[in-house]
């Protein structure tokens, strides 16, 4: 949870954030963004790009982008943009959200709701590449010095037969 008590237009935006799927989050996220005017978008694209060092190509006008960083980058860390965005800025944007006509389409199940975060994500680790030269050689420090430890494994066998 954040710091300080939550606002009931706030709990009721993170239980939208917590149980609608994607669609629908972008799809209540481009109304809400549609009906608060450029100068309001430009605020919340201007505290993502601070947040998630990300955006730089997105215009206040770009509705569609705007609110798919909102929903992928609050699904994929959860929090990020509950605890990043200014306190009034996040006010005016969650209003909006469950305002619109996806956002009460949503609100089923607030009244039962129990208000638990999800687990934070582990970060994953990053896949092998195998595609490189480096992890066919053997480190082989040794009378060669420096510039000697990295030998060069031997050839993969042709294929024959083709």
Do not use: C, K, N
């Not at 929090?79 to 305002?99: F, H, K, N, Q, S």
């Amino acid at each position: 949870m954040g710091t300080g008590p939550e606002s009931e237009v706030v709990r009721e935006y993170r239980h939208l954030l917590r149980t609608a799927s994607a669609d629908w989050q972008e799809t209540a996220h481009r109304h809400a963004l549609l009906t608060l005017g450029a100068d309001v978008r430009a605020e919340v694209i201007g505290e993502l790009r601070r947040l998630l060092l990300t955006g730089t190509r997105v215009a206040p006008d770009d509705v569609h982008a705007i609110a798919r960083l909102v929903v992928l980058s609050e699904r994929r860390r959860p929090r990020t943009v509950l605890d990043g965005l200014r306190a009034d800025l996040l006010d005016r944007l969650a209003e909006a959200v469950i305002r619109s006509p996806a956002g009460e389409a949503l609100r089923a199940g607030i009244d039962v709701w129990d208000g638990t975060e999800p687990p934070l994500p582990s970060e994953p680790h990053p896949d092998r590449d195998l595609h490189q030269r480096w992890h066919g050689q053997w480190a082989t420090p040794g009378s060669e010095g420096v510039g000697g430890a990295f030998i060069p494994a031997p050839p993969p066998p042709r294929r024959t037969g083709q």
